[in-house]
């Protein structure tokens, strides 16, 4: 059963006469990891905008769990059900990794009884010690900031991951393992991953890819 469903959507940036996206029709399930791919200006970004409710379709429906997007509560939905991962990470630089994870469990709103073990649990599954969760994001490397927002976008649990050119700053070794963490979310966790890239090395080791072009 899919967990997330894109059905006949549409958009436009001036008023419908030149569509960005026109009648996307896409189903993702748990357990997979997707990628969507496309040249540039046709779309992924703000198909990854509209996944992520930061804004609406023209036309058409994006559900999750079969139902709307646009009638569960955008900061419940955005901050529960979906963990958005950047390209340019959007961390806090003035605080260390440990507190960025801690803050997006606050946002959230989630009960745990120990955000701080909880924060350095989810630091460790993308293979961050205590020593660098407490180092400063700014004296991290670009790959090792990507871990601390992915860490950051599991801290509440979601079902669905959504990472828009998560690997586009990263070498290929870094984007392997940055790719080995996705796969093991989708395969070991049950997570829905969907990935936005133009690496052919990321679009190769997914479970599906859709391609923007072909619609």
Known sequence: MSVF???????SYDSGKTPVLKDINYEFEKGKTYSIVGKSGSGKTTLLSLMSGLDKPKDGKILYNSTDISKIDE???RSRHV??????F??????????NVILSIDVSGIKVKNKKEHALDMLNKVGLDEEKANR??????????????????LSYNPDVVLADEPTGNLDS????????IFKDLAKQDNKCV???THSPNVSNNVDNVYNLENN
């Open 5 to 11: 469903k894109i059905e006949h959507v549409y958009y």
């Open 90 to 99: 959007n961390l806090l630089p003035h605080m260390t990794a440990l507190e």
């Open 136 to 153: 400063r994001v700014l004296m991290l490397s670009g790959g090792e900031q990507q871990r601390v927002a992915i860490a950051r976008a």
């Open 75 to 77: 900061d419940v939905y």
């Open 83 to 88: 963990g958005v991962v950047f390209q340019s």
């Open 173 to 180: 070794t870094t984007e392997k393992q940055i790719m080995d």
């Open 194 to 196: 969907i990935i936005v």
